[in-house]
């Protein structure tokens, strides 16, 4: 089974920068995408970022222009930077991965615990 295990979340002032990691690790897997989902208290989770194997990314309007995902395939590892940020970015982070299994062949989608990120001065 496939494992994500997230770092670099945090306070930060709004206007600040922080950058989460994610990284894969387990059996045999092929990564297909890697993204990050968001979750504030009372709302539902919704897309951040995504990004493939062969580097295509899309994002979700409200953090078009301030946020960068990017990702090591050699690593299998994902990062989000996230800069200008607002209070309203204030909210859980959850790494997902969507991948194909040496063993099964089959795709499925994994997640991270979640780390928080809050943006407040």
């Known amino acids: 089974q496939v494992q994500l295990v997230e770092s670099g979340g945090g306070l930060v002032q709004p206007g600040g920068s922080l950058t989460l990691s994610c990284a894969a690790s387990g059996s045999s897997f092929e990564i297909y995408t890697m993204g990050w989902y968001r979750q504030a208290p009372g709302k539902q989770r919704e897309l951040v970022a995504s990004i493939s194997s062969g580097g295509n990314d899309n994002y979700a309007d409200f953090v078009k222009g301030r946020f960068i995902i990017s990702r090591d395939n050699a690593k299998n590892t994902v990062y989000l930077q996230m800069n200008s940020l607002k209070p309203e970015d204030t909210a859980v982070y959850y790494c997902?991965?969507?991948?194909?299994?040496?063993?099964?062949?089959?795709?499925?989608?994994?997640w991270g615990q979640g780390t928080q990120v809050s943006v407040s001065s």
């Open positions: 997902n991965s969507r991948v194909r299994l040496a063993v099964s062949h089959l795709l499925y989608d994994y």
